[in-house]
């Protein structure tokens, strides 16, 4: 696979939205759209890659588990956690509790058990992108403890 970097500005999605858009206050809707997706780089790249024929992304639905690498993602009491029965060879057990929109670069929220600075189990939260969530195809993982 090559990739390519193409410079993305307002007058090329307005472009392609002005083609897609059939409404009797199409232009204020392109300039909406537009500029939200101008302040967004992967909401942009999102776009561009729809455009250009890549398959839509379907998040997996909340309430999916599935299990993340724990030195890969921001996590608090990381060390803590490295060091706790809930530390599954580098891997967490994860609950998808939201989704934070395709324009997100990380648009999965989970949940996933952690340790305070007493050792007590806590849930705690973080993002990811969808790449870095790994579903729980056999039900295997260690079941979560929330």
Same mark, same amino acid.
Request: some cysteine; overall charge negative; charged content about 20%.
């Given at each position: 696979?090559?990739?390519? #970097? ?11 939205? #002005? ?17 939200m997706? +101008?302040?967004?780089?992967?909401? *942009? ?6 455009l250009?024929? @890549?398959?839509?992304?379907?998040? /997996? ?5 599935? @299990? $993340? ?6 996590? *608090?009491?990381? &060390? ?5 029965p809930?530390?599954?060879? %580098? ?9 934070? %929109? ?16 007493? %050792? ?8 990811? &992108?969808? +790449?870095? $969530?790994?579903?729980?195809? &056999?039900d295997? $993982?260690?079941?979560? /403890?929330?």
């Amino acid at each position: 696979m090559s990739y390519i #970097n193409i410079k993305v500005d307002q007058s090329i999605i307005k472009t392609n939205l #002005n083609e897609m858009i059939s409404h009797s206050n199409k232009e204020a809707i392109v300039n909406l759209i537009a500029a939200m997706l +101008e302040e967004s780089a992967n909401g *942009s790249k999102v776009f561009i890659e729809y455009l250009l024929g @890549k398959e839509e992304l379907t998040l /997996p639905p909340i309430g999916s588990v599935g @299990k $993340f690498e724990i030195n890969a993602h921001y996590v *608090s009491n990381r &060390d803590l956690l490295l060091q706790s029965p809930h530390n599954l060879n %580098g891997f967490v057990t994860c609950v998808i509790t939201g989704h934070l %929109g395709l324009h997100s670069y990380s648009p999965l929220k989970v949940e996933f058990p952690s340790v305070n600075s007493n %050792g007590a189990s806590i849930k705690d939260t973080t993002s990811l &992108d969808h +790449e870095s $969530f790994i579903k729980d195809s &056999d039900d295997d $993982f260690e079941i979560t /403890p929330f």
